[in-house]
């Protein structure tokens, strides 16, 4: 094969992938959008050894499109039935903030935190019946590991299961009654990163049986 068809060839498997792309994809501000965001983004092992939760941050804001982001790697992860039962309320409003720092007083530190984000889960939409925590909570875990490779610090904070939390965040942010919030991820740049640490336990490891 001669560079000619080397090059024809190579052509031609460009332009199938560009007809099996969404068309919003190909556009040169996506794509700018896309270089810019893999530059500054961290690869997915470096993310998954060092993030640690952050609880401490600075004022700088951080943006819409940010957190538009971190909501899409979110709504990337699994679930059962590809139930997708997730729901979310982005809150700025720093009286909120304060709120829920007195619901969950492990959330205390939310007050001085530019966004946080509310993950719920939708019951209507839970097909499989049950499985919505876990679909919920890789749905979380997506985001935290995404705010981190962005470069922002970021916390889960607890509120499903206990009642007394989840009626008050479901009063503070006029959830429908179908509508359970699960955690409260707090986030923003950090003022301080605390340390990666190993936590690779061999002993916890069991082949075939226990």
């Known amino acids: 094969m001669n560079d000619?068809?080397?090059h024809a060839g190579r052509r031609g498997l460009l332009g199938l992938m560009a007809l099996a792309l969404p068309a919003a994809l190909l556009s040169p501000l996506s794509l700018a959008r896309a270089a810019a965001?893999?530059?500054k983004s961290m690869d997915t092992l470096t993310a998954?050894?060092?993030?640690?939760s952050v609880r401490a941050y600075t004022a700088e804001p951080v943006g819409d499109d940010t957190v538009r982001h971190i909501?899409?790697?979110?709504?990337?992860?699994?679930?059962?039935?590809?139930e997708q039962p997730w729901q979310f309320v982005v809150i700025r409003d720093k009286a909120l903030l304060v709120k829920a720092g007195e619901i969950n007083p492990y959330?205390?530190?939310?007050?001085?935190?530019?966004?946080?984000v509310l993950v719920c889960g939708d019951l209507r939409?839970?097909?499989?019946?049950?499985?919505w925590v876990q679909d919920c909570s890789n749905c979380a875990m997506n985001m935290l590991l995404a705010a981190h490779a962005l470069g922002l610090g970021a916390v889960w904070t607890g509120i499903y299961p206990l009642a007394e939390r989840v009626e008050g965040f479901r009063g503070?942010?006029?959830l429908p009654r179908e509508v359970t919030p699960l955690a409260l991820l707090v986030m923003g740049r950090p003022a301080s990163t605390p340390r990666p640490e190993d936590r690779f336990k061999p002993e916890r490891i069991h082949t075939d049986k226990w």
């Open 4 to 6: 000619s068809d080397r």
């Open 107 to 116: 959330a205390s530190f939310a007050k001085n935190a530019p966004v946080a």
């Open 71 to 82: 909501l899409r790697c979110g709504m990337q992860a699994p679930s059962a039935c590809n």
């Open 125 to 131: 939409l839970d097909k499989c019946q049950g499985y």
């Open 37 to 39: 965001t893999e530059a």
């Open 48 to 52: 998954l050894i060092t993030r640690r």
């Open 172 to 174: 503070l942010c006029g």
